[in-house]
């Protein structure tokens, strides 16, 4: 792939102060390459998946992505909020000498890049999220338009409740429309098997994903001062457009591109023209 280093180690780990280790990949790249970090959904492995780096690579970004706590190779944080696992993601990236980045993420991701731009302001060049998942603001409509939010509504009950819901949990197929299908059947194949990985290890990851979702996030979206990229499908049903919205009026460079066919896996499908406006930044 153009700009990557031959024999770039594909992943590793950082302890934290408590023990706890993290585990990061890297697509590696020329000395001065711009770098995107990018926030896995839930769930995932966090690695560096297609067509994220062949997209990133033809432009030349290098990408540095973590799992977060209780997904594969990284250790569970029970309790963790959404501001702890981003400043998970700040020490990676200060291990690996990374000052200026841009971070980007989807779905589950959303937050965490979100985040990660409070925390750093002065290291953070850009943001996007494809339908992220916004604050919760205590409402019943925080929930309309969700095709089947049992796991975020059982995590308002706390973390055994979540874990519980999880036994017997399925996915609903109803949550994605016919264009995620297909894009999952196509360019974005390899998502629904990382997907697959990112739970094989149990649900903590999930259950504490949804948790910090529905809890104090630890920033406020006011303190995001980079330029801000709300990628959004007209159709989701995971993530429905109202959250964008919301966003969007309390972001202070907040931009929104509201993609109306797209549902919540074909918004992805806008990676390479959002890899294009941040890298303007950086």
Same mark, same amino acid.
């Not at 594909?10 to 585990?23: C, E, I, M, T, Y």
């Not at 979540?162 to 297909?182: G, K, M, N, Q, V």
């Not at 066919?261 to 303007?280: I, K, N, Q, Y």
């Given at each position: 792939?153009?700009?990557?280093?031959? %024999?770039?180690?594909?992943?590793?780990?950082?302890?934290? $102060?408590?023990?706890?280790?993290?585990? *990061?990949?890297?697509?590696?790249?020329?000395?001065?390459?711009?770098?995107?970090?990018?926030?896995?959904?839930?769930?995932?492995?966090?690695?560096?998946?297609?067509?994220?780096?062949?997209?990133?690579?033809?432009?030349?970004?290098?990408?540095?992505? /973590?799992?977060?706590?209780? *997904?594969?190779?990284?250790?569970?944080?029970?309790?963790?909020?959404?501001?702890?696992?981003?400043?998970?993601?700040?020490?990676?990236?200060?291990?690996?000498?990374?000052?200026?980045?841009?971070?980007?993420?989807?779905?589950?991701? &959303?937050?965490?890049?979100?985040? /990660?731009?409070?925390?750093?302001?002065?290291?953070?060049?850009?943001?996007?999220?494809?339908?992220?998942?916004?604050? *919760?603001?205590?409402?019943?409509?925080?929930?309309?338009?969700?095709?089947? $939010?049992?796991?975020?509504?059982?995590?308002?009950?706390?973390?055994?409740?979540?874990?519980? *819901?999880?036994?017997?949990?399925?996915?609903?197929?109803?949550?994605?429309?016919?264009?995620?299908?297909?894009?999952?059947?196509?360019?974005?194949?390899?998502?629904?098997?990382?997907?697959?990985?990112?739970?094989?290890? &149990?649900?903590?990851?999930?259950?504490?994903?949804?948790?910090?979702?529905?809890?104090?996030?630890?920033?406020?979206?006011?303190?995001?001062?980079?330029?801000?990229?709300?990628?959004? %499908?007209?159709?989701?049903?995971?993530?429905?457009?109202?959250?964008?919205? #919301?966003?969007?009026?309390?972001?202070?460079? &907040?931009?929104?591109?509201?993609?109306?066919?797209?549902?919540?896996?074909?918004?992805?499908?806008?990676?390479?023209?959002?890899?294009? #406006?941040?890298?303007?930044?950086?």
């Amino acid at each position: 792939m153009a700009g990557l280093t031959a %024999g770039a180690p594909p992943s590793g780990s950082v302890a934290r $102060p408590d023990g706890r280790a993290v585990r *990061y990949f890297d697509s590696g790249g020329e000395p001065d390459a711009p770098v995107v970090v990018w926030h896995h959904g839930t769930p995932q492995t966090g690695a560096v998946i297609e067509p994220l780096a062949s997209e990133a690579a033809a432009r030349g970004i290098r990408v540095v992505s /973590c799992a977060r706590p209780g *997904y594969p190779g990284s250790d569970a944080a029970p309790g963790r909020t959404v501001a702890d696992s981003a400043a998970d993601v700040l020490a990676v990236l200060d291990e690996l000498g990374v000052d200026r980045f841009a971070t980007m993420g989807a779905s589950g991701g &959303g937050p965490h890049a979100l985040a /990660c731009a409070a925390l750093a302001p002065q290291r953070t060049a850009a943001v996007v999220t494809f339908a992220g998942i916004a604050p *919760y603001w205590g409402d019943v409509d925080w929930f309309a338009g969700m095709a089947d $939010p049992g796991g975020l509504r059982a995590a308002l009950s706390g973390r055994p409740a979540r874990l519980a *819901y999880a036994e017997t949990a399925r996915f609903d197929p109803d949550s994605f429309t016919r264009r995620d299908y297909d894009v999952l059947a196509g360019a974005w194949a390899a998502l629904g098997a990382d997907a697959g990985a990112g739970a094989a290890s &149990g649900p903590d990851g999930e259950a504490d994903d949804d948790g910090a979702f529905v809890a104090p996030w630890g920033v406020e979206l006011g303190a995001v001062s980079a330029p801000a990229l709300l990628v959004q %499908g007209g159709r989701d049903r995971v993530v429905p457009a109202t959250h964008a919205g #919301w966003m969007l009026e309390r972001l202070p460079r &907040g931009e929104l591109w509201l993609r109306p066919r797209e549902g919540h896996v074909s918004v992805l499908t806008a990676l390479g023209v959002a890899l294009d #406006w941040a890298s303007a930044s950086l």
